[in-house]
Nanobody, 129 residues
Framework: QVHLVQSEGGSVQAGGSLKLSCTVY????????VGWFRQAPGKEREKVAR????????AYIDSVEGRFTISRDVATSTVNLQMNNLKPEDTAKYYC??????????????????????WGLGSQVTVSS
C-alpha cells in the first residue's frame, strides 16, 4: 500500500474548471496505476480516469472524455485531474487510488474493477447550474 494525499475540492458554476491533485508517496516513475473515481450521494462509485504512470498513458470514461485530463508529474510524484467545462452531474466526492502493476493491461483491469489497495480520503466537487 502507498499513502495518498488529495488536494481540496471546490465549488464552481457549470462551465467552470477545477484541478484535483493526488500526491503519491511512492516512485511513480515505476509501474503504478493511478485512478480517479467519484461517488455522488445515493449513487454507486464510478471510475472517471486512470493513468499508467510508467508511460503516462491515460484512459477516461465517455462522459468526461474531452473535458477532463489526467496527467502525472514524476518529479513531484503527483497525479493531476484537470476538469474543464464542468457540469452539475459531475458533482461528487472524488477519490484517487493507486496500485503497483506489472503492465498497462493490469492497470486497465484494476481501474475497471476498482481494485486498488490504496485510496485517498476524497475531495468534494460541487458544480452548480
Amino acid at each position: 500500500q502507498v499513502h495518498l494525499v488529495q488536494s481540496e475540492g471546490g465549488s464552481v458554476q457549470a462551465g467552470g474548471s477545477l484541478k484535483l491533485s493526488c500526491t503519491v508517496y511512492a516512485d511513480i516513475a515505476d509501474k503504478y496505476c493511478v485512478g480517479w473515481f467519484r461517488q455522488a450521494p445515493g449513487k454507486e462509485r464510478e471510475k472517471v480516469a486512470r493513468i499508467y504512470t510508467y508511460t503516462g498513458a491515460p484512459a477516461y470514461i465517455d462522459s468526461v472524455e474531452g473535458r477532463f485530463t489526467i496527467s502525472r508529474d514524476v518529479a513531484t510524484s503527483t497525479v493531476n485531474l484537470q476538469m474543464n467545462n464542468l457540469k452539475p452531474e459531475d458533482t461528487a466526492k472524488y477519490y484517487c487510488a493507486a496500485k503497483l502493476v506489472s503492465q498497462i493491461g493490469a492497470c486497465q483491469i484494476a481501474w475497471s474493477r476498482g481494485d486498488f489497495p490504496s485510496w485517498g480520503l476524497g475531495s468534494q466537487v460541487t458544480v452548480s447550474s
